[in-house]
């Protein structure tokens, strides 16, 4: 075979890996316990806000999602390892994660807000949460929040796997509270049944040492070019109305924030 006919060869193979690349699943991780979010559905589907917008981004970008279910503090793990893609699951972007990972810019935003029983009381110390159980989502921003801040005035942080199992706890009365980002507490569980007789007690909390610039789609570090392609869909989608469409099916109101 002559030098030639080689090269040529080669450049026909290498040009059909990158097609065979372009066209490869996008693997996106999301834990679906996290109503309205990501939940599943009675089919065993998933569905919910993250998972919409996820399909949305891949239909922009002309690519195939394949989801991969796990556990929310197992989600950057996987992204190191090259289990998934991207991460796609309400992760906060703070300068503590970005030492880990890359992220996209948000695609919404939410603040922390405690739950507690009607008629709680918080002062600025958080003294009344001295000896309180406050559960909290193992790995989230509100775990680090209450871990640094919370537990200082005495108050016992609680961790778990899901936000759900923490609903049970609180209804059980083996929590006195939880903390959490504010749109999933008020639509997953202050508007249901369940809920009933629970409410935020003291401030929306924004500190952008904790609460980040807002959620955004994680990817390994590195990645520009994931980055740059997932950011040009999430504009796409906010200019064409696909995102408010999604918005308009589980939020009254904006969540995009400023």
Not at 35 to 63: S, V
Not at 106 to 122: A, C, D, I, T
Not at 162 to 169: A, H, M, V
Not at 223 to 238: F, G, P
Request: glycine share 10%; net charge neutral.
């Amino acid at each position: 075979m002559s030098q030639k006919s080689l090269l040529g060869g080669l450049l026909l193979a290498l040009l059909a890996s990158t097609a065979h690349a372009d066209q490869a699943p996008l693997r996106i991780g999301i834990e679906a316990a996290y109503p309205p979010f990501a939940f599943k559905t009675p089919d065993g589907g998933i569905a919910g806000f993250d998972y919409d917008i996820g399909n949305a981004l891949c239909a922009q970008m002309q690519r195939k999602c394949q989801w991969v279910e796990q556990e929310y503090d197992g989600l950057i793990p996987s992204l190191k390892v090259r289990k998934i893609d991207a991460a796609l699951s309400s992760i906060t972007i703070t300068e503590e994660r970005k030492h880990s990972v890359d992220f996209t810019h948000k695609y919404y935003f939410s603040p922390g807000r405690l739950v507690m029983k009607e008629g709680s009381q918080l002062d600025d110390q958080f003294s009344q949460l001295k000896g309180k159980n406050i559960g909290v989502q193992r790995g989230s921003t509100a775990d680090n929040f209450a871990t640094t801040v919370l537990a200082k005035s005495g108050a016992n942080v609680v961790r778990y796997t899901s936000q759900d199992e923490i609903y049970l706890d609180l209804l059980a009365g083996r929590l006195d509270g939880t903390f959490a980002d504010a749109i999933p507490l008020q639509i997953g569980f202050l508007d249901t049944p369940r809920g009933k007789g629970y409410a935020f007690i003291g401030p929306e909390f924004k500190d952008p040492k904790f609460f980040g610039e807002g959620a955004g789609i994680a990817v390994r570090k590195g990645n520009t070019e994931l980055v740059n392609q997932l950011n040009s869909a999430i504009d796409a989608l906010r200019a064409n109305g696909k995102y408010k469409e999604i918005e308009g099916k589980y939020f009254k109101n904006d969540i995009y924030g400023d």
